[in-house]
């Protein structure tokens, strides 16, 4: 039986809430069934179910993604879950590709809307494991490191290597900039920012990207030296290292990074 979807309300800030310790599977386990899903895949979702999407046409539905898209971005963080209604819940599952790829979801129903939501992602439901001792903060991607959740293993040494300094710093941090009156030459900036790491010393602030694969792509680099440029506005300045860099030569990297911000300070290799 499907469900009559001018009866579900599918507003995602309606009881939502993160989790304490980060696990979406066991909350999710209240219901039966359990989809990972691609940001592109739940939103066939949303819309179809959606009661404001039913009677759309076609350019209504892409604007309705559209901002979808966006409201689920800002919901990308380890532990959001929502329980959308009693029979349809939504959780964050991470990048599974590594940092810069899509986001994936995990959607948690019941038998009325078994068929339904399989019919719409076209595929059968898939068994999530108990979460192991140790596991990252969803599940797969994140490894937490003295009290902070990193994406990779570059990450972690950088943190370990900026730890050994003293300095205070910000692992994957998120903030907003505002572009209304910001010219701004790419247009796919939303005004959301995640810096890898925010590195402070003597009252500046610089932030330390660790590269991987994908930030070679084309549209992604567009995209970072644009969100480069209007930080810089601001007057927080980025230096990138390359992700095999900040693996093999972490302190050599932080050592850099730390004369670029402290040029009149001696350091040492």
């Not at 030296?225 to 093999?248: I, K, M, N």
């Amino acid at each position: 039986m499907q469900a009559n979807s001018a009866v579900l309300n599918l507003d995602l800030d309606s009881g939502n809430h993160s989790t304490s310790t980060h696990d979406l599977v066991a909350i999710g386990g209240k219901l039966p069934y359990c989809y990972q899903v691609p940001t592109s895949k739940l939103l066939d979702v949303i819309v179809e179910l959606a009661p404001g999407c039913i009677n759309l046409d076609a350019n209504r539905k892409k604007q309705a993604r559209k901002i979808l898209a966006q409201k689920l971005y800002n919901k990308t963080r380890p532990g959001f879950y929502v329980e959308i209604t009693p029979k349809l819940h939504l959780g964050y599952a991470g990048q599974p590709q590594g940092h810069g790829t899509q986001h994936q979801w995990r959607i948690f129903c019941d038998d009325q809307l078994q068929a339904q939501i399989e019919r719409l992602i076209k595929r059968t439901s898939i068994t999530v494991p108990p979460p192991q001792p140790g596991a990252s903060a969803n599940g797969e991607h994140y490894r937490e490191w003295g009290g902070l959740y990193l994406r990779s293993e570059a990450e972690v040494r950088i943190a370990q290597a900026l730890n050994e300094t003293g300095v205070l710093f910000f692992a994957n941090a998120r903030g907003r900039v505002g572009l209304q009156e910001t010219v701004v030459s790419n247009d796919q900036l939303t005004g959301r920012v995640e810096a890898d790491f925010m590195v402070f010393c003597q009252g500046k602030c610089l932030i330390l990207e660790v590269d991987g694969q994908h930030h070679a792509e084309a549209g992604q680099v567009l995209r970072d030296y644009a969100r480069d440029r209007v930080l810089l506005r601001s007057g927080v300045p980025t230096v990138r290292f390359t992700a095999q860099d900040c693996f093999e030569r972490p302190q050599a990297v932080v050592l850099e990074l730390l004369s670029i911000l402290m040029p009149n300070v001696p350091t040492t290799a």
